[in-house]
């Protein structure tokens, strides 16, 4: 069963490094997202992508963050200046459809600042 | 404001009994509801979906209802086994597409 992948699992990164998230979503799934879930805490959104460009975002996704999909295949989440608060696992789904489709993780990034 | 809740956040059941788990979400404007089950150190899984235009689904031993009267929504698991041990969010969409998460409820399945 196709799955999406990111990777690392895992990121430890000083504060104010930049990181870079990547993500392989399902080959055949036209819309991309990514959200974030503080340890402990519920899932949050943070953006969502569709025909390269970004569709809605919320006010986590300020101008350090920024989403890309370099090529067919991957769809990237960059954060410039890390903050420590940004610590958290950030997860990638996608799904084939805006509405009425469940939209698939992946087993997601774990962000650690230091 | 948006938000969808789940009203108890530890629910502990013995190996063969029926799992209720239910939630409660505010945006009356939503129209398609999923539950996730996450487990330790993975993304959420989905389990099973339901649309505003239905109020009840089944699946392989779950069952959803959504009650839109009350903004209420449920997830029935017949003959828990330790494996459904997870956390469990309800999740809700509108027409922009993203997912509004609950606060999500342990399951914990005594043997």
């Known amino acids: 069963e196709p799955e999406v992948t990111q990777t690392p699992s895992h990121q430890v990164t000083q504060m104010g490094q930049e990181v870079i998230l990547r993500c392989v979503p399902i080959?055949?799934?036209?819309?991309f997202y990514w959200y974030r879930q503080i340890l402990g805490q519920k899932v949050e959104f943070l953006v969502s992508?569709?025909?390269?460009?970004?569709?809605?975002k919320s006010e986590i996704f300020d101008d350090q963050f920024s989403v890309e999909r370099p090529d067919g295949s991957n769809f990237t989440l960059k954060i410039r200046s890390t903050k420590l608060e940004d610590s958290a696992m950030y997860f990638c789904?996608?799904?084939?459809?805006?509405?009425?489709?469940?939209?698939?993780f992946g087993d997601g990034t774990r962000l650690s600042i230091l | 404001g948006e938000s969808v809740g789940l009203h108890l956040p530890t629910l502990s059941v013995q190996e063969g009994d029926n799992s209720i788990i239910n939630c409660a979400y505010s945006?009356?404007?939503?129209?398609?509801f999923i539950w996730y089950k996450q487990e330790s150190g993975k993304g959420p899984q989905f389990i099973i979906d339901?649309?505003?235009?239905?109020d009840k689904r089944q699946g392989q031993r779950v069952t959803v209802l959504l009650n839109k009267t009350v903004k209420h929504l449920s997830l029935q698991i017949a003959a828990t086994q330790p494996g459904d041990s997870a956390v469990y969010f309800c999740?809700?969409?509108?027409?922009?597409?993203?997912?509004?998460f609950g606060q999500g409820t342990t399951l914990q399945v005594k043997p």
């Open positions: 789904a996608s799904t084939r459809g805006a509405e009425g489709q469940p939209q698939h």
């Open positions: 080959s055949n799934h036209l819309y």
């Open positions: 992508f569709y025909n390269n460009e970004i569709s809605e």
């Open positions: 945006n009356s404007a939503s129209d398609y």
């Open positions: 339901i649309r505003s235009n239905m």
């Open positions: 999740a809700e969409t509108g027409n922009t597409g993203k997912l509004i």
